[in-house]
């Protein structure tokens, strides 16, 4: 009879033994579906039954043709014909996405809905696997967390070998967590990610997307198909239903956003964490790219505006993504922290870029917001959004960014703050989707 020891290094053992063969069989299929592989093997078929090589002057350009637009996303790649199943059933786990965009807003999400979550079942395991840096973040919350730099970081690493790199480690990820649910949020459907849930189909899979899938055509045509359900947050401005046509499940929520105003600190509190003084006007700063210490740049321009009424203190939000700021101004507080929302109760004003995050959590809470959108974002309609404050009566929008236009956006936003704006009672996004993930698993 063999001892427990003996049997758990035979477990460990089979287990190893079982993993190897799952790696290899995927590195076939890789084989099998590469470009050199089929063209090669068109070529094989070619020379083992002569009478297709006068053809060959056709076929070949023909394969090339089919191939290049696999490569640019605009046909679906090829499926393996030797599929890899995990047949172990699934876990009560959920396995969370967020990408590395321009900014936190993949990752906020992500981090709302998985909040969220754990109060709705404790007793399920939260698994992140992310491109985000912020992993203390996660490890805080005690959501347990692999991380894959993105390929940019990597010194010499294009997208072939990083996307092989992802579907190696989200395999590992899912075999061995056996999540019942798979969340995505991001603009781009990474290859390697594609690949690793469509061997999977025994996973719920959802893809949390803003914006119009027309608008992103770059994106491969073959990936909405790999989901179960398309999840929409809301903007100010809704699509059009035209833009996000695509035969796959939908659901439309809320706004998410991560922290609620009971959540927030208390307005004396948050002042004495940022230094500010309790009886004067608390004016925050985001505008993202730009550098304080340059004369010409917006966010100097605005805080030379604002230094010019001598109650008004500057709160700058700076990215726990970015360079740190070097700020010797006096009245100027730099914020590093996240969210930065935990302190929005001390804000009697807000000057802000017309991001998605940004925008929703000004308009929740009714903050009188000078708004100066980023006019070269692509799919991201700043503008279009920020209007809606005018509409609305809280903000105001400015697109032509000069010294004089900004003095005069700035004593508009001045006199806004005694008005004190109610704040508008918008349902959070998150806790939808968290019901609606609840009742599939």
Known sequence: MKNNEEINADIEVQTASKRRELLLKRELNRIRASISFRLGLHLTKAIRRPWRLPFLIFSVPYVMFTLGLEMAGLRPTA??????????????CIVFFPTNGVGFGHFTRMFAVAQRYKKKDPDCEIIFFTTMPTLHLLYAEGFPTYHLAGAKKFQGMGSGPWNTVLEEMLTLVLDTHRPQTFVFDGAF???GMLNTIRNHSNINKVWVRRGSFRAG????????????LIVHPEDAVPMKPSEIEH????LNVAPITLIDKDEMWTRE???????????????????????????DSDIRMVVNALLKYEN??????????GDRLNIELERVHLLRDYPNTLFAKAFDGAVQAGGYNSFHEMRRLGIPTLFLPNMNTGMDDQKARCKVSEDEGWGSVLTKVSETSVEDAIANLISKTDEKPKPMTLENGSLTLVNHLLQDC
């Open 79 to 92: 499926a393996s014909s030797s599929i890899i199943e995990q047949d172990a059933p699934p876990r009560n």
């Open 189 to 191: 459907p990474y290859r």
């Open 217 to 228: 055509a770059n994106i491969p045509v073959d990936s909405i198909g790999h989901f179960d």
């Open 247 to 250: 035969g796959v499940d939908v």
């Open 269 to 295: 509190s948050a002042r004495l964490r940022l230094g500010v003084p309790q009886d004067s006007l608390a004016i925050y700063l985001q505008l993202g790219a730009g550098k304080i210490n340059d004369i």
């Open 312 to 321: 008004v203190n500057i709160i700058v939000g700076e990215s726990m993504l």
